[in-house]
């Protein structure tokens, strides 16, 4: 009996230009998610179905939050690890969430009783996690930097199967029938989910530094088809797993660096954080360590658009159920090392109303 929060609808929200406090923290005048995290947010996610946020952090917390059509949040729900949470997804339906932590667990929290079960168990922090929903079976998926992937049925505490990685899980993402794993030493390894699922191909890494993050895209009848790839050099791969002609259709393009604007000058190269791809227009965002996010059309391969700096890097970014909303998380992300912590500034979510800017541009004629 879940309750249905209904959809940001596009010409009642944002009828004030920005909710919570507006300065340098906030320079896009964004909404403003209450109460966020304590430490260093790792992921944030929206509800498949319904405008609820999740977000893991560093401070072993994993929070719900209910996101309002007036783009209000009301906090709902949090449940706790004995360790810093690296990752959080939704199952299926809606109503649970997995959470993946450095104490070697993932945990099923189910949102109606508020109660949370240990579901999958590594040797060593589990870095990803996913729900797999395929129409014979459905399980929880958990990448660890123990170089294993491991496949959950929640209801037994032992893996049904587990396969061995090159290296250790960096980044991870699942769309039926496609997972992709990027590890350490610029591995990335595709399998396919179907029946049982099993390694399906190893690909050379097309960028040069160490993966940070990555997202499958969907073709125009909405099947998995490539995946964009983000590094620590500021640098994005776009690759199709099957391209009819790889030279052309596969490509790499700068982002997340500062501006150059006289001969001489040094440019700053920051990580590339997270990428996510708008759930209906396929275009695509990206975050980075420079404190700003940008859009991105893939198939004119042209920027849509970039925001200003925040004040600190941007760690995590997501577009909601109906591509409405796009939120993304300030906080440090330790890229710099500890010296440049402040414990001073603070970590913020914040959400914007993004239904024209996500689409691409008409082609001029």
Known sequence: NRVNLGVWGVSKMFQQQSFGSVGTHNPMKDFEVQQPPDDSISKIAFSPNANYLIASSWDNNVRCWEVQDSGTTIPKAQQTHSAPVLDCCWHADGTKVLTASCDKTCKLWD??????????????PIKSVHWVQAPSYSCAVTGSWDKTLKFWDTRTPSPVLTLQLPERCYCMDVMYPMAIVGTASRGLVVYQLENTPSEFKRIESPL????????????????????????IEGRVAIQYINPPNPTKDNFTFKCHRSN????????DIFPVNDIAFHPSHGTLATVGSDGRFSFWDKDARTKLKTSEAMEQPITSCAFNFNGNIFAYSVSYDWSKGHEHYNPQK???IFMRQVTEEMKAKAKKR
């Open 111 to 124: 949102l109606q009783s508020n109660q949370a079960i240990d579901i999958a168990q590594h040797d060593a």
């Open 346 to 348: 603070k970590n913020y």
């Open 208 to 231: 040069k530094y160490q993966h940070r993050c990555i997202s499958i895209f969907r073709d125009k009848q909405n099947q998995p088809t490539g995946f964009a790839l983000g590094s």
């Open 260 to 267: 150059v604007t006289q001969a001489g000058q040094t440019q």
